[in-house]
């Protein structure tokens, strides 16, 4: 069975940093692309972050160039986001997914 599970999230306040991890399960971890998205109440998923089957190509959604670094760990099967400099804007439940499979989610809440 395909899974992926997310965690890491948390209350943070601005200017500060979180570590989200995605563990994953079921199929050849190395093999797929991953990627990062993240959804607030009464707005549609948007994508943040997404890192190739290899580690060596990522992309950042603008929003979050410069202080958000996605990275994964084909042995260990997790894919990671470290997320830095936070800002209140940044609150939202984070997605881990790869192709059609999504995880549960984390919140992030980045308040004062």
């Known amino acids: 069975q395909v899974r992926l599970v997310e965690s890491g999230g948390g209350l943070v306040r601005p200017g500060g940093s979180l570590r989200l991890s995605c563990a994953a399960s079921g199929f050849i971890f190395r093999n797929f692309n991953m990627a990062w998205y993240r959804q607030n109440p009464g707005k549609g998923r948007e994508w943040v972050a997404s890192i190739d089957s290899t580690g060596r190509i990522t992309k950042y959604a603008d929003f979050v160039r410069g202080r958000f670094t996605i990275s994964r760990d084909n042995f260990k099967k997790i894919l990671s986001l470290q997320m830095n400099d936070l800002e209140p804007e940044d609150t939202a439940v984070y997605y881990c997914?790869?192709?059609?499979?999504w995880g549960q989610g984390t919140q992030v809440t980045v308040s004062s």
């Open positions: 997914n790869t192709r059609d499979t």
